[in-house]
């Protein structure tokens, strides 16, 4: 079993930074990927960035060039530097860890981010 636990959200200015962070807690050894994905009210849940225990990653489009996913294999910690931040950025974010082979998802409760003009 693992748990996820996310940190960082808020309040942020258009153009403005936030730095997300997750930790991972349990039976860690099971996860292959982490990752961020985000859902906005109306909106189905979209992939933001994952990032593997080998450093793969991989971006959406829309936030290629702005945000950058990072991962600590020390600390089970993984990390979301959201730059230039745009209103269609508001969401809820929420980490996210799948299982090797198998492909589960664990989830986090999710943190809000909120960027104004």
């Known amino acids: 079993q693992v748990q996820l636990v996310e940190s960082g959200g808020g309040l942020v200015q258009a153009g403005g930074s936030l730095r997300l962070s997750c930790t991972a807690s349990?039976?860690?050894?099971?996860?292959?990927?982490m990752g961020w994905y985000r859902q906005a009210p109306g909106k189905q849940r979209e992939l933001v960035a994952t990032?593997?225990?080998?450093?793969?990653?991989n971006y959406a489009d829309s936030v290629k060039g702005r945000f950058t996913i990072s991962r600590d294999n020390v600390k089970n910690t993984v990390y979301l530097q959201m730059n230039s931040l745009k209103l269609e950025d508001t969401a809820v974010y929420y980490c996210?860890?799948?299982?090797?082979?198998?492909?589960?998802?664990?989830w986090g409760q999710g943190t809000q981010v909120i960027v104004s003009s």
């Open positions: 349990g039976s860690v050894f099971i996860i292959n990927a």
């Open positions: 996210n860890g799948k299982v090797r082979v198998s492909g589960y998802d664990y």
């Open positions: 990032c593997t225990t080998s450093g793969s990653t």
